[in-house]
Structure formats: structure tokens, C-alpha cells
């Protein structure tokens, strides 16, 4: 029970890159804070290439919301 929601998307037609920013809400899993609501945030770098995607990259950040408090992933 996941759920992805867009904050923005930037397209570049003529280099085919697109970055695409979003949020994930799901149950936690974290130590201490399981079942409770996480939010995370994170950006997705794309590469196109003849319409399909040939690069992907994604970076999330290392801090997260539980609760609606910032709490710092376990490692």
C-alpha cells in the first residue's frame, strides 16, 4: 500500500533528459516507527532514446517523515 505522487517534471525534448520529482507514502518499516506513515522524497534523472528510457537514475534523500517528523534511516 504505496503510493508515488508527482511535485514536478521537467522535460527536455532536444537532449531526450527528463527530471521528474516525487513523493512515496507507505507503511514504515524503520526500527521503532513500523506501520506508521513514512514519507520520502527523492528525483529520478531519465535518458531517452528513441522513446525509450535508456538511463535512469534516482536519488532519494537520506533523511525521511514519520509522523510528520524527520527521522534519519537506520543504517
Do not use: N
Not at 505522487?5 to 527530471?19: G, H, I, K, P
Not at 524503520?30 to 535518458?47: F, M, N, S, W
Amino acid at each position: 500500500s504505496f503510493r508515488f505522487t508527482d511535485e514536478d517534471l521537467f522535460v527536455d525534448e532536444a537532449s531526450q533528459r527528463a527530471l521528474y520529482r516525487w513523493q512515496l507514502d507507505w507503511p514504515s518499516h524503520e526500527p521503532g516507527h513500523v506501520g506508521k506513515a513514512e514519507t520520502r522524497r527523492g528525483v529520478d534523472a531519465l535518458t531517452f532514446r528513441d522513446g525509450l528510457i535508456v538511463e535512469k537514475l534516482t536519488y532519494s534523500k537520506t533523511t525521511l517523515e514519520i509522523d510528520g517528523a524527520r527521522v534519519e534511516l537506520t543504517p
